[in-house]
């Protein structure tokens, strides 16, 4: 089966985000007050060939381990629909 | 004669650099590129600065999986010396031989100084010539050399005596105004400044040359 998954990569909380706090500090200076929280991630999408979600899913997770995140100060949510 | 081998990835572009700095010092370098599998013989290797891969995904993540890598690993496994500088220290982290990670600076600003850095231990391959409390001159040349880790691991390389430079003016929120840091083995070196750009009185400051002193030194107790 086909699955297509979407990996969404953030900062750990707690680790500092800079470009986050960035956007935070221009925002009211463009007149928009009361925005907070901001974080700064990224997101991949792509497909993958497993028998089940539940494969497709493992597969996944793996790779995001291994080289979609930098595990010391990211992690991913990851979101797998079939295609 | 000790002979340093120095890794080109494509977007490295500081080898000719740190290849100078070692033979204005009477040492032996030559170039090692990424795609080879096998280390020649060798005393000691730098990871030298640049756009490793483009710097795609993040800084070092793909380089990582470069095929020099894994003897690189067995070399630093060995015992053999290992240093990375700027983008060769995220190579060195994302690869695990080196604890943390460098984030994008605060301030989010690309920084292209001299910095003043405080020398923290002299047990370790790249400071073994310096002494502690030296300060040295040599220019940083980054956008993501905020050096991050767990409280944890930062506590770890404190107490270990892991750090081996720090800013004196932290100019990119690193933790522990962090420059460099070794391994347990205190054989693998990773540090955002340049010592290489530091090399003669030319460029500004000669204190970088303390740093391929060291390295070479403890290339010869490694040959």
């Known amino acids: ?83 | 004669m000790t002979k340093v081998g120095v890794v080109v990835f494509p977007g490295t572009n500081c080898e000719s650099d740190v290849i100078e700095s070692v033979r204005a010092l009477g040492g032996e370098a030559e170039m090692v590129w990424h795609g080879d599998s096998s280390l020649p013989q060798l005393d000691a290797v730098v990871i030298p600065g640049g756009f490793a891969h483009g710097d795609y995904l993040r800084p070092g993540a793909i380089a990582q999986f470069s095929s020099i890598m894994g003897a690189v690993r067995e070399f630093a496994d060995k015992g053999g010396p290992v240093v990375g500088i700027c983008n060769g220290f995220q190579v060195l982290t994302e690869t695990g031989l080196l604890p943390g990670a460098l984030q994008k600076n605060a301030g989010l600003k690309f920084l292209c100084q001299p910095a003043t850095l405080r020398v923290e231990t002299s047990n370790s391959s790249l400071t073994s010539a310096a002494e502690v409390g030296q300060t040295l001159r040599i220019p940083i040349n980054h956008f993501e050399g905020n050096f991050t880790c767990s409280p944890e691991t930062l506590a770890q390389l404190q107490d270990e005596d892991r750090v081996v430079v720090t800013y004196v003016d932290n100019p990119n929120g690193s933790m522990g105004d962090i420059a460099g840091v070794c391994n347990e083995g205190r054989n693998v070196v990773g540090l955002m400044p340049h010592p290489e750009r530091a090399s003669n009185a030319l460029l500004g400051s000669e204190d970088g040359n303390v740093m391929f002193t060291s390295l070479l030194q403890s290339a010869l107790a490694n040959a």
């Open chain 1, 1 to 83: 089966m086909t699955f297509s998954v979407l990996v969404e990569v953030q900062l750990r909380s707690g680790i500092s985000d800079p470009q986050g706090q960035t956007i935070e500090r221009a925002l009211p200076t463009l007149g928009y007050e009361g925005v907070s929280g901001v974080r700064v991630g990224k997101s991949m999408r792509f497909t993958v060939e497993a028998a089940d979600e539940a494969a497709a899913r493992a597969q996944v997770d793996e790779i995001c381990q291994k080289v979609l995140t930098n595990p010391v100060i990211e992690d991913a949510i990851i979101t797998v629909d079939p295609a």
